[in-house]
């Protein structure tokens, strides 16, 4: 009996192993082509663009995030915790990069109005 066990859990085993394996390489895959995908007809504010400004990897939640609402312009209210939460961003890396690009971007527009507004 326990020779059976052992050799029903070395297959299960096996099993999991081929399962893990088909979803890492399906998550591959599923990322690689939402780089590629095409969002001008739900990003009218073009959205994947500024995500693909700080980097090409980024345009992954480009569909996440339009599917949460977001778009160009209201994209600088977000929070960190509403790109996580919302638009299911996991890696905190990435979302500190899209907050800091936020920010010099917000602080490209006000230097550039002041700057007009007062020539």
Excluded: P, W
């Excluded at 949460?68 to 977000?78: K, Q």
């Excluded at 915790?81 to 979302?95: F, M, W, Y």
């Amino acid at each position: 009996m326990k020779a059976e066990y052992s050799k029903t859990s070395t297959e299960s085993q096996g099993d999991n192993n081929i399962i893990i394996l088909f979803y890492s390489r399906f998550t591959r895959e599923l990322q690689f082509l939402k780089k590629l995908a095409d969002y001008s007809s739900k990003d009218a504010t073009n959205l994947n663009g500024l995500l693909q400004n700080i980097g090409s990897e980024f345009s992954i939640y480009t569909y996440g995030m339009l599917n949460a609402g977001v778009d160009r312009e209201s994209i600088t209210a977000l929070k960190e915790e509403q790109l996580l939460k919302e638009c299911g961003i996991a890696n905190s890396i990435h979302r500190v990069r899209i907050l800091e690009t936020i920010k010099g971007k917000l602080t490209t527009t006000i230097v550039v109005s002041t700057f007009l507004s007062h020539s």
